[in-house]
């Protein structure tokens, strides 16, 4: 969930260097030999962030509300997440009594 990661480095208003991984070309960029000396794990996202490498959305959020105190991006995050879920299930129940 790099989109997590994203509105949350943005709603605090740290810059950032965005590095698209494509998780299916190539056999899956992340399981690449130069993404593994990133993240030996191979999880997206990774942030590279005061010397360290963070893995996974929700620790690198629970980091960034540690450090950052500008915008509280929890409840954000989880709003939205809440919102996309609703709408997906809005549109797919939508079409199930469409058909």
Known sequence: CSWRVRIALNLKGIKYEYLPIH???????????????INPR????ALFIDGDTLIE????????EA????????PTIYSVQISVVAVSLKKKTHQSTSS
């Open 23 to 37: 998780l299916v070309k190539e056999g899956g960029q992340q399981n690449s030999e130069e993404f593994k000396k």
């Open 42 to 45: 191979g999880y997206v996202p």
């Open 57 to 64: 959305s929700l620790p690198i959020i629970e980091y960034l």
């Open 67 to 74: 450090v950052s105190y500008t915008h509280l991006t929890l």
